[in-house]
């Protein structure tokens, strides 16, 4: 079974200065999907990125972008210029190609902190 | 994407009681997935809901506790029966496109006292 870890609990990044999020994940599919959710404390589940394991170029939208190393199986998620809006929990993501329609597999979640 | 409605928002419930919480997709569906989030935890699946067969709950989730529904491509519920504090929850629908994301409805808090 795949299983996903978030290493990091809490972070914590001053307003406009950059942070990074660490995950990994272990499974033995050469084919899958990985995602970086947000959940403010509004509790929405929201869509940071995503990124294809068969894509080597990694993922950006916007101020938020991916470091994939598929071989290390790491998958690190980098918010540039970080504003107080940035402030959630979030959540590494694997999702298996495998089938059509297949669950996420969460990590434990880092709760970020912007300090103004 | 999907846009999914979720309801009720929050429930105070008393212990002993059962809830019923609906989720309604904007699009069809094949597989319609139902997760817990206990207070400061991540998100654990419960069950996979498809249309016309009856739901595969994962390891320490039972049929009894959480029954399921899926009359259609579009819609589903997840009942929390026989109350104990211990399912003050987020309760959390969500529905996954092919080869896409996983879409959420905006979650259920569940208060139990």
């Known amino acids: 079974a795949q299983t996903v870890t978030q290493s990091q609990p809490e972070m914590s990044v001053q307003e406009a200065e950059t942070v990074t999020l660490s995950c990994t994940y272990d499974?033995?599919?050469?084919?899958?999907?990985l995602f970086w959710y947000k959940q403010p404390p509004s509790r929405q589940m929201i869509l940071v990125i995503r990124q294809e394991a068969y894509k080597q170029q990694n993922a950006t939208e916007n101020r938020f972008s991916v470091n994939f190393q598929k071989a290390a199986k790491s998958f690190s998620l980098k918010i540039s210029d970080s504003q107080l809006g940035d402030a959630a929990m979030y959540f590494c993501?694997?999702?298996?190609?495998?089938?059509?329609?297949?669950?996420?597999?969460f990590g434990k979640g880092t709760r970020l902190s912007v300090i103004a | 994407s999907a846009v999914i409605s979720q309801k009720p928002s929050r429930d105070i419930c008393q212990r002993g009681t059962s809830l019923t919480i609906q989720c309604q997709v904007d699009?069809?569906?094949?597989?319609m997935f139902w997760y817990r989030q206990q207070p400061g935890q991540s998100l654990t699946l419960i069950a996979t809901a498809n249309q016309g067969s009856e739901a595969t709950y994962e390891s320490g989730f039972v049929i009894d506790k959480f029954p399921i529904s899926r009359p259609n491509l579009t819609f589903s519920t997840l009942t929390v029966s026989n109350m104990s504090p211990e399912d003050s929850s987020i309760y959390l629908c969500?529905?996954?496109?092919?080869?896409?994301?996983?879409?959420f409805g905006d979650g259920t808090r569940l208060s139990i006292l």
């Open positions: 969500s529905v996954a496109l092919p080869r896409g994301p996983q879409h």
């Open positions: 499974t033995s599919e050469s084919d899958y999907y």
């Open positions: 699009s069809q569906v094949t597989m």
């Open positions: 993501a694997y999702r298996s190609t495998n089938s059509g329609n297949t669950p996420l597999v």
